[in-house]
């Protein structure tokens, strides 16, 4: 298969989809994700061990790094990066097929926005507590996930990592369904793929199918009908994010950057503890931890307050 699949998130959903398309035979996978490994993510992410968090690895160069043991003549691409309205069209750019293991909805209904416009198959994905949801989604042919889910849900009303946890079977169980549909994408077969909205509740053993044939008929969905793609605007997007599980903050700069890590850990090296490698710089100074990415992104650990993580960017990175 000369196609190239992108991932886009590479936790519990992510780490068990690259590693079933790379057994399964693909040739070109690109891993897009943009956090580190934490003795947490161990649970349910598949691909990752102590030593990775010891190296202070990214999670994509992680995954890119175990599974190019599988097999070597696979072309994987790590891409350590927050996918955003800035980068969307490079980093999907040649994709044949996308797959969702990401962890909010912002970020999901981005790349529904990029495929419908651009008509790029792609796979939604995700998991909370024992409930897991998948569907297919193929521009001009089935709803997109606007016609599905029309707006963000607001905030406090759904269950979230923090609330509900996830099991690792039910993560397993979806992106084993995704890379299936994914193969099928890839090698044409479109009329074996899966319709409408899937739904898995491991705990209650109970699998249910939303048919969505006729939502997309129905409605006036901004995506699909409407051409309207909001999310694809640099004013849309927040620069500010509060990560899923954690009690951490993830800062974009405004205009990206092309930080020297090295230079950046020798000014900070009196101000509190500082580790880097090539990929990740890393300051502890209290109870926070600053993760500073080449891009000039910041992951904040120890404070889910969004004003205080900026300040914490000003004072000792700068804007």
């Known amino acids: 298969m000369e196609k190239t699949a992108v991932l886009v998130g590479c936790g519990a959903l992510g780490c068990t989809s690259a590693n079933l398309l790379v057994r399964s035979g693909i040739k070109c996978l690109k891993i897009v994700d943009r956090d580190f490994i934490e003795e947490s ?15 202070n690895l990214p999670k994509a160069v992680a995954a890119q790094k175990k599974l190019q043991k599988v097999n070597s003549h696979i072309q994987i ?10 980068n969307i069209e490079t980093i999907l750019e040649n994709a044949n097929v996308v797959i969702d293991g990401t962890d909010n909805f912002e970020t999901r209904f981005l790349i529904n926005d990029y495929c419908v416009k ?23 042919k089935t709803p997109c996930l606007r016609c599905v889910l029309d707006t963000i849900p607001p905030v406090g009303t759904t269950e979230t990592c923090d609330t509900a946890g996830i099991i690792s079977p039910i ?4 992106a084993s369904i995704q890379a299936a549909e994914a193969l099928k994408i890839l090698t044409g077969n479109y009329d074996a793929l899966s319709k409408g909205l899937l739904k898995i509740d491991l705990w209650r053993n109970e699998i249910k199918k939303l048919h969505t044939d006729d939502i997309r008929e129905k409605s006036d969905c901004i995506t699909c009908k409407q051409h309207q793609y909001e999310f694809l605007s ?7 994010t509060s990560l899923c599980g954690r009690n951490a903050v993830q800062i974009l700069h405004p205009d990206g950057s092309n930080l020297d890590l090295a230079k950046l850990a020798a000014r900070l090296e009196h101000v509190g503890e500082v580790s880097f490698n090539r990929f990740l710089l890393r300051l502890k100074i209290d109870i926070y931890e600053l993760t500073v990415f080449p891009d000039g992104r910041l992951i904040i650990t120890g404070t889910n307050d969004a004003a205080v993580a900026k300040g914490l960017y000003a004072k000792y990175i700068g804007m």
């Open 41 to 55: 993510n161990l649970q349910r992410q598949s691909l990752f061990d102590e030593e990775d968090i010891s190296k």
């Open 77 to 86: 691409e790590a891409i350590v990066a927050d996918i955003n309205p800035s």
């Open 118 to 140: 651009e008509e790029i198959p792609w796979i939604y994905g995700a998991c909370i507590g024992s409930v897991g949801l998948t569907m297919n989604i193929i521009p001009s």
């Open 171 to 174: 993560a397993s169980m979806i």
């Open 234 to 240: 640099k004013d849309r997007y927040s620069m500010t």
